[in-house]
């Protein structure tokens, strides 16, 4: 008779699963809460004690450490040696190991949990079980995860046992499961010494979903979401429409991370490959939009559009007017979901805008590398800035400066941006030199560039960029300081009357 030995935190589909074996002729072993469950289910499966003739110890610490469970799953069968010890010690093959782990994400995920609650979930019987039976997989079937109870069982009840090439599947599954279960568990002790960059790094994530394809056709790619995501896409309820590409995904998440930004301002951003075309803020999210739009009303098609406020009807029908990717908001009202889903293919997602960023690292993966470094959650406030001109900015100015600051932090270097009344009037992204940035947002915003103020992401090594904006009737400028020329730009300034602030940060995004 083959055995199975059972012991799970996760019981979904258990009891139909064992039947299943017991129906093929297997036995059952097993532990504690498993083995009451299967009890209570009218099955008679074998206590773990019963097998090695030792009793349970130190609150269920230690119960499956033992010869006569590891010896049974890591005997290699077609070794004479292995099979002359087992049957001397009067150890019994186990054929089929079904475990899966201690709660410790969910653990360490629950309100106000201590640390000594956390420290007993973690498992160590378990994985060792996992890991003894799955490095045995040419002869032992081992199964982690309920969703492949179905696929294990249909071959043992057509085939008598499972084919090598399932069981080897399992075994890879097993060790990517004990693998990130241990991840898990180092990220938690890690975080709580306050190591922020350790000597190694594992980090672990599970799959949302294959996509079509990457960045381009030619390339495969899926979507995975971190271990405990909150503002993210990864945690957005889709509504409606197509399923989410590649670049949806990364333009989606440019979009979010602005927006998170502007907490406590009603606020709307228009994003198109990474980069936003227009940000505007208002009294209303419908006001904000307007602004968002006016901005450049050209470049948003095709784009993604981030809300923090809920998309009611008279919003829903002028973004319908539009070609759109993605809408993002915190919810849609019926009517507004009644509108914008006439539209076949867009994707409408539902995204909590209160959530909080869960990571303070930001992960960049480089050719067999992966480069790690604080979010940039850095925000500038009035009084952290220092005047370097003979001309102070007005309110509205500050007001003006501190908006295209937070903007401008999320353009791709090196970055211009120009604002005028809550809204963006001109961006420039991505050029090889600053001034070639500002002649482009310059070149954007056209006749409404008077009256405007700039943000810069980093200091200006020359003053062309401010003769640039001076010539276009820019008011008043925003930006790190910190060039050995600062002086030359601060003395254009002066011969024009412009204001211009330094932050003492810069904002580099590559």
Sequence with gaps: MKRALVSVSDKTGLVEFVKGLVDCGYEIISTGGTKKALEEAGLNPIGISDVTGFPEIMDGRVKTLHPKVHGALLC???????????????????????????????TVQKKGVTHEEIIENIDIGGPSMLRSASKNYKSITVVCDPKDYDKVLKEIQENGDTCPVTREFLAAKVFRHTARYDAMIADYLTKKTGEEFPESLTITFDKVQDLRYGENPHQKAAFYKGMNPQYSLANATQLHGKELSYNNIQDGNAAIEILKDF?????????????????????NIEAAWDKAYEADPVSIFGGIVALNDTVEKGLAEKLSKIFLEIIIAPDFTPEALEILTRKKNIR???????????????????????????????????????????????????????FGWKVVKHVKSNAIVLVKDDMTIGVGAGQMNRVGSAKIAIEEAGEKAKGSVMASDAFFPMPDTVEEAIKAGVTAIIQPGGSIRDQDSIDVCNEHGIAMVYTGIRHFKH
């Design 263 to 283: 907490e406590g301002q009603c606020a709307a951003v228009g994003l198109k490959h990474m980069n936003p075309c227009g940000v505007g803020i208002g009294e």
């Design 76 to 106: 290699v069968r077609d070794n004479p040696e292995h099979v002359k010890q087992l049957q001397e010690l009067g150890i019994e093959y186990i054929d089929l190991v079904c475990v899966n782990l201690y709660p410790f994400k969910e």
């Design 348 to 402: 409408l997602m539902k995204l909590d805008t209160t959530l909080s960023v869960n990571t303070s690292l930001k992960y960049t993966n480089v050719n067999d590398g992966l480069l790690v470094q604080e979010m940039d959650m850095h925000q500038i406030k009035e009084e952290d800035l220092r005047c370097v001109t003979n001309r102070k900015p007005t309110p509205e100015e500050i007001k003006q400066l501190l």
